[in-house]
């Protein structure tokens, strides 16, 4: 990179045009990423809350459906419950909120570095990436975070995206 281009994204003080050179997308300022790390986690806790109600809530009537069927249907739901946590991601951070309930309720999103919200299949590739890195590496690979300024994980690196503090409205 020259530095004539300058960065990709750069981090801009409070006042002033706060947008990239060469995308004219928003650049992000360092309040957006106060604390983020503590929010991730809470906003994750609460997700993992509302998965294991969903989950619960499955499970009920799955069992219900294999006893119907006299288990011939049961591989299908344990497969339909396995996909539960990848759909939840997949659908709520692709959708016009860009954030799940926990995201949400902790005021942070997922936004792309190109700007602009994620679509289905960024949001997709974003819950695979996690969950198998998080399996592969037994959730180690979250410490990624702690040696970067915005808190990215190695999911959010191999995706291009960046979690964000969304402002407050009155």
Known sequence: M?????????LGSL????????????????????????????????????????????TFVATILGIISFGVLTPLLVLILALIPLSYHT?????????????????IRLERLAGGPPDY????????????SI????????LVSLFNPRGRCLHDFVIDVVIRRVPLRS
């Open 121 to 132: 299949l960024i949001a997709f590739v974003h819950a695979v990436v996690f969950y198998l």
């Open 2 to 10: 020259n530095k004539s281009d300058g960065p990709m994204i750069e």
């Open 91 to 107: 659908l709520l951070v692709g959708g016009p909120g860009s954030a799940t309930l926990g995201m949400r309720f902790m005021n």
């Open 135 to 142: 399996a592969a590496t037994s959730s180690f690979i979250l």
């Open 15 to 58: 006042e002033g045009q706060n947008t990239d050179r060469r995308t004219g997308a928003r650049a992000f300022n360092p309040d957006d990423f106060e604390s983020i790390r503590l929010r991730r986690v809470f906003a994750y806790a609460i997700d993992v809350v509302c998965i294991a109600v969903i989950s619960v809530a499955a």
